[in-house]
């Protein structure tokens, strides 16, 4: 957690903000058009002027946060910040929360101006590569929004799947390898395969030359999914099994057990950054790879996991969207070109007027 000076004169303050996606957003769980996220800004009151701000990015349905009491949470949390600053414990399973009171705390030590995790990446000198991301749609649609993505430069694709008829997911996949053989294709089935017909469909998608899939079976089934880790022909990639086990036994058990060749690490629903953090270390002890992805977070969210993200080099493509996902996202220095994205020191963020309790 950062240092900050006479913390115990901290205020702090919350809103909800509800963003709005440019097409309905699917995935083999849910429908989405609209999603809500909180912020949370910290300032000194000698010194209003100069504010930190954080993004808690609630994710219903996915976030360890329980729903019932979440915004008396927040507000406990803005009544007394310098409290839970000392002690991240006290938030208990409010994940999201955390990674909001963490980014707001580094962006004011940092002089309130975006600033969480300083790196070159911070200061404009370097770029992270990203994969570009598919969404579910119908077969056509799907298609298109593949062309795109190759159109527009990206060597890493990750798809989303679990959600049409297999067979059309297949006819994908050869269209793809079709125009791009070389392109690097990852999958994410968001856990929509049935246990017993999880190793018959990798078979099938390894023809394709995936490098990874995601949760191919539902979280919680440790031995199952062990099983298919071991016998997969494609490497899984562990994404919602992480959820809830932060600073706990569970972290290193889960990883003994399952043995994944990679784990997905999305901070908002994962501990915060000291969260992640200890998954990193956990899985670099064990041989796992990891790479970082973004849980619909504006670019509030984005900017902080991009920025530590930036602390953690990785030769791997990173899944942190690109701030286009939002009608309303909040205007900011994140730059895309091509598979690329940078920041641009020199543009100061833009925040509108939000609804502040």
């Keep these: 957690m950062p240092r900050l000076d006479s913390t115990a004169q901290l205020c702090a303050r919350w809103c909800r903000h509800t963003l709005h996606f440019r097409f309905t957003a699917i995935t083999s769980r849910e429908r989405m058009t609209r999603k809500d996220t909180y912020y949370i800004q910290l300032f000194d009151p000698s010194r209003p002027e100069v504010t930190g701000l954080g993004e808690a990015a609630l994710f219903p349905g996915l976030s360890p946060d329980p729903l019932d009491g979440y915004e008396e949470m927040m507000q406990r949390v803005c009544a007394d910040p310098a409290r839970f600053l000392a002690d991240t414990s006290l938030l208990g399973p409010y994940s999201s929360i955390r990674m909001g009171l963490e980014t707001a705390a580094a962006d004011l030590a940092n002089g309130g101006c975006g600033l969480i995790h300083p790196s070159p990446w911070s200061r404009g000198e370097t770029s992270i590569r990203i994969n570009g991301l598919v969404w579910m749609g119908d ?68 023809h394709f030359d995936i490098h990874s899939i995601e949760q191919p079976i539902a979280a919680g089934q440790w031995d199952e999914m062990a099983r298919i880790c071991r016998l997969s022909p494609i490497p899984i990639a562990l994404d919602e099994e992480l959820i809830g086990l932060d600073n706990t036994p569970g ?45 619909l977070e504006s670019n509030v969210g984005l900017n902080a996991i991009a920025q530590w993200v930036a602390t953690h080099p990785s030769s ?31 543009t100061a963020w833009d925040i509108p007027q939000l609804p502040w309790k």
């Design 139 to 206: 077969k056509e649609t799907m298609a298109s929004r593949i062309d795109s993505k190759l159109s527009e430069g990206f060597t890493c694709i990750k798809i989303k799947i679990g959600g049409i008829d297999f067979g059309h997911e297949l006819d994908l996949l050869r269209h793809i390898r079709s125009l791009a053989p070389s392109v690097e294709l990852r999958l994410d089935a968001n856990g929509a395969f049935p246990p017993g017909q999880a190793l018959e469909r990798l078979e099938a998608l390894s």
């Design 251 to 295: 972290q290193g058990a889960m990883l003994d057990t399952v043995r994944p060749a990679y784990i997905i690490l999305k901070p908002t629903l994962c501990g915060g950054f000291a969260g992640a953090d200890r998954w990193i270390n956990l899985a670099r002890e064990r041989g796992i790879g990891w790479w970082a992805t973004s849980a």
């Design 316 to 346: 791997l493509p990173q899944g942190l969207g690109t701030g286009q996902l939002f009608t309303d996202n909040i205007p900011s220095p994140l730059r895309l070109v091509a598979d690329r994205l940078s920041l641009d020191p020199d």
